[in-house]
């Protein structure tokens, strides 16, 4: 008897989870043994460490070093299903899912699919810049530098050159933060060592951000010292800087200015998962579903949306922001109100637990912002090494990212640096690879 079959058979209350992102998948893990059947949904068979996915695409981990199949996680619950398909709609009528594999149906539904780089209607951009929200993206920045590299390596013409060696990142959030040091550290310690015969003053690593200001949501002596961070690593980062195009090889501000790179990382927004559109459901202007306190859609309160796709207003009239521990905290919450209502008692509202946040920049330096106390420099490094560590679900995992930093950090290396999805980025196959 398979997963689905066994649900079809079960008298328990179904509930279906779309997503094995953070959200769902803690859902997931707190229905664990209730007397519940649970089916989580991913288009995707892993679970992703976002967080370090910066690190996959500058080459200091590998992709399996953050990732682990969701199977492997969900082992040993005996309630807990995975079902590996791309969820295209949902009734709430009939409370039914309808995937690219089967439909099934619900008692309880949690909507966890995240979302996805918004390029805000920039065709161009979303044609010549890459992402970062998932592994191929991860790879797909990785190869383009190191590819972009080796061209570099038989291209005579210097301005060509030196296009092909500069690396733009766009949005100044942590990611695009973290991103900036991390490239600045790869070409520091890394390039400059494997391409002895290119002169490394060509090759520059911008960040660009629209506001005035870097990390948004952290103190603004954290930003400053982002900044100066940055600063000393050789990041050009530009402020007040608006990205309205970007082509093969280069990247062309509002005010006129182009900047030549042949490698552009877009960091600068996201929107709800394409999901959301496609549910009839009031959505807000970014593409996320807009949920009560308790987390359950008014329309339809066997519904719940969590993370990074549910937009809930905190105390002071904001949004809590896209992260982690937010999804994380939802997760408990959806589970325990779904538990609640299997019951018949009223659902608990949500209350989030502010941890702060931290970014990286580069060996001993970075920003935090925890419980109310900031840090900078080697202390704040520190921290965020071992939070990040301990965050990372599954040892193996926790092993080889402890042993690829510390390589990394004792041999100044970044050793995931193999280029094998030549066939992905067939688009580059076309571009000139002029050898005279
Ligand atoms: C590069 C990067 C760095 C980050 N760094 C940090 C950090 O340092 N600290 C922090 O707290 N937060 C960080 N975040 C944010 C954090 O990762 C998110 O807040 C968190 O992942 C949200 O969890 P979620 O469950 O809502 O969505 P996700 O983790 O995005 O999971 C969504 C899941 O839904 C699946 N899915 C989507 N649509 C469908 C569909 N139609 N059918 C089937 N499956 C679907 C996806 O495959 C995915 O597995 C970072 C995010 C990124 C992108």
């Known amino acids: 008897m398979n997963a689905l079959s066994d649900l079809a058979e079960a008298r328990r209350p179904r509930v279906v989870v779309i997503g094995a992102g953070f959200g769902g998948l803690r859902v997931a893990q707190r229905l664990r043994d209730a007397q519940v059947d649970v089916l989580v949904i991913d288009r995707h068979n892993h679970h992703t460490f976002m967080p370090l996915l910066y690190e996959v695409a500058t080459a200091g981990l590998a992709a399996d070093d953050i990732a682990q199949p969701v199977r492997a996680i969900l082992r040993g619950t005996r309630n807990v299903h995975f079902l590996l398909a791309e969820v ?3 009734d709430f009528g ?3 899912v309808t995937t690219d594999a089967c439909r099934v149906s619900y ?6 699919a995240g979302t996805v780089t918004n390029y805000f209607g920039m065709a161009s951009v979303e044609r010549n810049a ?5 592994l191929s993206q991860a790879n797909a920045i990785r190869s383009r530098i190191l590819r972009n590299f080796e061209r570099a390596t038989v291209e005579r013409d210097s301005a060509a050159r030196a296009r092909l060696m500069t690396m733009v990142v766009v949005g100044g959030g942590p990611t695009g933060v973290e991103m900036a040091g991390a490239l600045a550290e790869l070409k520091r310690h890394v390039l400059r060592r494997d391409y002895p015969a290119l002169d490394m003053a060509g090759a520059r690593v911008v960040l660009i951000e629209a506001t005035d200001r870097l990390l948004p949501a952290m103190p603004t002596g954290l930003q400053r010292k982002a900044l100066e961070q940055l600063s000393s690593l050789g990041v050009d980062v530009r402020l007040g800087a608006v990205v309205t195009d970007v082509s093969e090889d280069a990247v062309t501000l509002r005010d006129g ?21 496609t549910i009839g459901l009031d959505l807000a202007p970014d593409g996320r579903i807009a949920v009560g306190g308790t987390l359950q859609l008014a329309s339809h ?9 549910a937009v809930l207003q905190g105390s002071d009239g904001a949004p809590y922001p896209m992260l982690a521990q937010v999804a994380l905290q939802q997760g408990d919450l959806a589970a325990g109100n779904i538990l609640r209502a299997v019951r018949g008692e009223p659902p608990l509202r949500f209350r989030y637990r502010d941890r702060g946040t931290m970014a990286t920049i580069g060996r001993r330096m970075a920003v935090a912002h925890v419980f109310g106390l900031q840090f900078s420099g080697s202390l704040a490094w520190a921290l965020w090494l071992v ?9 193996r995992n926790r092993a ?5 930093w510390t390589w990394n950090y004792l041999r100044y290396d970044r050793a995931s640096r193999l280029v094998t999805d030549d066939i992905s980025l067939g688009r580059d196959e076309l571009r000139p690879f002029r050898t005279d």
């Open 88 to 90: 295209t709609g949902v």
């Open 257 to 277: 200015e182009t900047i030549g790179a042949a490698n552009v990382v877009w960091v600068a927004g996201t929107r709800g998962a394409p999901l959301a559109a």
């Open 400 to 404: 080889l990212v402890l042993l690829n």
């Open 107 to 112: 008692d309880y539904l949690v909507i966890s």
């Open 387 to 395: 939070v990040h560590l301990l965050a990372i679900i599954g040892l």
């Open 130 to 134: 890459i992402g970062l929200k998932d």
């Open 94 to 96: 009939a409370r039914r």
């Open 301 to 309: 309160p066997e519904a719940y949306a969590i993370g990074d796709i």
